[in-house]
């Protein structure tokens, strides 16, 4: 891991994504992108009739990148930020877009960000920005909100299906797996439509461990009517200090139907880290 | 536990039922009775030939077959290995369920130990149902040990339970029992396709259940199987259990458990013991 980009906004949640990059970026030497984005739609609010408008939101752009910078220099003046190489970039755009925009031309392996969470209406109209770059972002995305000064982490529940291509998702996984020695929890969860017996359970994750050489893991089953109601109760239950799981890419009209898994436990899980991985 | 009857036929596998009761026997520093019947077969024989045995012929046969058994009888009850234990040795000729059920209510017998080879086929109608019937009839456990069956120690037993229609006297004899061997307790919920559940409701029937019954030593899973036999028997195959605790429940189409059908299922089909219980269970005493 050499990359890691981390949206900023300044919020609680942003600032504990970034300890938590800090801490990552220790351990493999990595270096961490910062990144805070003004949207249009605030810049538009200060222009006026009459005036040079664009002239106007570029300067007042300027100013407020100025102040941005000078904001994010003073918290890496922390204790808690040193050792690392940080990079501060501050632009205007939308933010899904230049997010993911920068992950590509960075070379981005890791993206840790901060959630607020969703829940009501907006959930099925807006989605949280969280959720968007959850949804597109080819490489992992790590979610945070809380982060206990003494954060390790020590279990990884990583939720998967049957299917060969989670070998993918559990290789993804072990690279954070190796960084903290943390023992790793096989979790499928039974339904009604894909009900497996618990033995058979056991063998198809063992296989899965072994062909992606997983080792210090061990398999479990929770018996659930949703995936997320499942997800969430077990790593509840088992005081996860992460959860990960495979996010399949889906855009409009399928999205807006089938919904995902992955945004639905970002959004509605409490205090524990998630990690969404992409399966191409 | 104060008293153990164990029916012989002298077969391998009742002698190994002699076995497990002796060391259960040792435990509870109970009394243990082994049973000889002589089933005196009556006048259907060589119908079919057209010769008849004469009274007199008949009272013979079986006379020889008594003293016969109660030479055995004899070797077992001095035998060393069953040292250190009240071992009381009997024949008696009868008809088996009847002279079994006599025995159980004038000797207040506690737990009935049997052989069994386990079966299927035609076979599957009628042994499983021999348990079941010795269980309905008398309110006794029944406890049936396979012929193979290495029974060292009884530390992990499987209770097999739908959380909410156990009664007291059972659950209070099978912690009774727990507490004797000093074993651990491992409640399973079978999940299974035809009714499923999911683990949030099931965790508070269990911690209600618990609670209620003042469990302790215990672990709980809900297991997921294709049926609920086959659930039990591969959960104590996972967990390498010594003991299956079952509970026949009464047919009225109520309880999840339909017409103890399970129980019997589990006796015919488990390579390890299996105690039975039937709701006329006593409480304790």
Redesign the interface.
């Given at each position: 891991m050499k990359t890691i980009l981390v949206p900023f906004d300044f919020s609680k949640c942003a600032q504990n994504a970034l300890r938590l990059a800090t801490q990552l970026a220790r351990k493999t030497e990595a270096q961490v992108y910062i990144s805070h984005i003004v949207e249009p739609a605030h810049l538009n609010l200060i222009s006026g009739k009459g005036e040079n408008s664009y002239g106007l939101v570029l300067k007042y752009f300027e100013h407020v990148k100025g102040i941005v910078l000078e904001n994010i220099e003073k918290i890496l003046q922390s204790p808690d930020y040193e050792g690392v190489k940080f990079q501060k970039f501050v632009e205007q755009g939308s933010i899904h877009k230049t997010l993911l925009h920068h992950i590509s031309t960075l070379e981005v392996d890791l993206v840790v960000m901060g959630t607020h969470g969703v829940g009501g209406l907006d959930e099925l109209w807006v989605g949280s920005r969280t959720e968007r770059i959850v949804r597109y972002s080819p490489v992992p995305v790590l979610t945070v909100r809380k982060l206990d000064n003494d954060f390790n982490i020590q279990k990884i529940v990583l939720a998967i299906n049957l299917e060969d291509k989670q070998i993918e998702t559990i290789k993804k996984v072990k690279r954070i797996q190796a960084l903290f020695a943390a023992h790793v929890q096989l979790l499928y969860v039974n339904k009604l439509t894909g009900f497996y017996g618990s033995q058979e359970i056991h063998q198809r994750l063992d296989v899965l461990a072994a062909n992606a050489q997983l080792d210090n893991y061990s398999t479990h089953y929770e018996s659930a009517y949703n995936e997320e109601q499942g997800i969430l109760n077990f790593a509840k239950r088992e005081n996860a200090d992460l959860i990960a799981l495979a996010t399949h890419q889906r855009n409009g009209l399928s999205h807006l139907l089938a919904g995902s898994i992955t945004e639905n436990i970002v959004n509605h899980t409490a205090d524990i880290p998630v990690l969404a991985c992409a399966i191409v | 536990m104060k008293k153990l009857l164990v029916p012989i036929d002298f077969s391998d596998c009742s002698l190994n039922a002699l076995r497990v009761a002796y060391q259960l026997a040792q435990k509870a520093q109970a009394q243990l009775q082994a049973l000889h019947i002589v089933e005196p077969v009556y006048s259907y024989v060589g119908a079919a030939d057209g010769m008849y045995l004469s009274a007199e012929v008949e009272q013979k046969y079986l006379e020889s077959l008594v003293a016969a058994a109660e030479e055995k009888m004899k070797e077992i009850a001095q035998n060393p290995d069953f040292g250190g234990v009240e071992l009381d040795t009997q024949v008696k000729i009868g008809n088996m369920f009847n002279l079994i059920k006599k025995e159980i209510e004038t000797q207040s017998i506690d737990l009935i130990v049997m052989g069994t080879q386990g079966v299927s086929g035609i076979d599957e109608i009628l042994v499983g149902s021999n348990t079941e019937k010795i269980v309905r009839m008398s309110g006794c456990p029944v406890l049936t040990v396979r012929e193979n069956a290495q029974v060292q120690d009884f530390k992990k037993i499987v209770l097999a339970t739908d959380l909410y229609s156990e009664n007291r006297a059972i659950i209070e004899q099978i912690q009774a029992l727990q507490q004797l061997l000093e074993a651990h307790l491992y409640l399973v919920y079978v999940?299974e396709?035809g009714d499923?559940?999911?683990?949030?409701g099931?965790e508070e029937r269990k911690a209600e259940f618990v609670r209620f019954f003042g469990l302790q030593n215990y672990s709980f899973q809900?297991?997921?199987?294709?049926s609920i036999e086959?659930?039990i028997l591969?959960?104590a195959e996972?967990i390498e259990a010594d003991l299956i605790v079952m509970v026949t429940h009464q047919r009225n189409g109520i309880s999840h458990f339909v017409a103890g059908s399970i129980a019997e299922d589990i006796v015919n089909h488990s390579p390890r013991p299996v105690l039975t219980y039937g709701l006329k269970t006593k409480a304790l005493s």
């Open positions: - | 999940n396709p499923f559940q999911a683990q949030r099931i809900l297991y997921c199987d294709k086959a659930g591969h959960y996972d």
